[in-house]
């Protein structure tokens, strides 16, 4: 597809399990993003990828959540010994590449909707 | 205090009329700017970046504000299609991470 795509759309755990989120970009962008948005708020930023590196994860909340993006296109959220906290909305944005210049226009995918029970 | 302060609203207007946002942020060195929109359920979508210069799109009009650090958006003949959250987007000096306010709903009423 054209456009940013995230698996699953929803996904519903128990406290204390192991989850994984999954994003495609958009072909060709380069930098990949990972948010988080809870109900009435803006997205909060959690990490931003350049290629296969993490050039700043300085957004994820704690050492349970971690991010990879191993050969620099899809790239996995995962979170460990998930909290009732953690539900919320988990964007994901990918951009042509990064800088101030042209071109960094972030661009989102759907989502996926988590609820830790 | 928080990178970017939006007012929530809500606003609710009549079809045809000029609504106007507007959006502080508190880092004199952020160097992009941008208005998304956010339907209800649905992703963040890039409505216009913002230039120092000002810029229009249609009905839509960005403004940026240096010296005060403001950002506003002003939507002209309001169509009921526009009734979504407007979230103002700002960047540090990198480009890299966005800060989004906490977006303003705006319900444009028949």
């Known amino acids: 597809g054209a456009g940013v795509s995230q698996t699953p759309s929803n996904k519903v755990t128990e406290k204390g399990k192991y989850v994984e989120l999954r994003c495609d970009p958009i072909?060709?962008?380069?930098?990949l993003y990972w948010y988080r948005q809870s109900l009435g708020q803006g997205p909060e930023f959690l990490i931003y990828?350049?290629?296969?590196?993490?050039?700043?994860d300085s957004g994820l909340p704690n050492d349970r959540f971690f991010a990879v993006r191993p050969e620099g296109s899809v790239s996995t959220l995962k979170i460990q010994r998930t909290e009732r906290g953690d539900s919320a909305v988990y964007l994901c944005?990918?951009?042509?590449?990064?800088?101030?210049?042209?071109?960094?226009?972030?661009?989102f995918g759907p989502g996926t909707r988590l609820t830790v029970l | 205090r928080k990178e970017v302060e939006q007012d929530p609203g809500p606003f609710n207007v009549p079809e045809g009329a000029t609504v106007a946002f507007n959006c502080t942020y508190s880092?004199?060195?952020?160097?992009?700017f941008f208005w998304y929109r956010q339907d209800c359920r649905k992703e963040p979508k890039l409505l216009m970046s913002?230039?120092?210069s000002g810029n229009e799109d249609g009905r839509f009009t960005a403004q940026l504000n240096r010296a005060s650090q403001y950002i506003s958006l002003l939507i002209r003949d309001s169509k009921l299609s526009d009734s979504a959250t407007y979230l103002c987007?700002?960047?540090?000096?990198?480009?890299?991470?966005?800060?989004f306010g906490t977006g303003t709903s705006l319900t444009v009423i028949p």
């Open positions: 990828f350049q290629g296969t590196g993490a050039a700043d």
């Open positions: 987007v700002v960047t540090r000096w990198t480009g890299n991470q966005f800060y």
């Open positions: 072909s060709g962008h380069t930098a």
């Open positions: 880092n004199s060195a952020s160097q992009s």
């Open positions: 913002v230039y120092s």
């Open positions: 944005a990918s951009s042509l590449h990064s800088g101030t210049s042209g071109g960094n226009e972030q661009f």
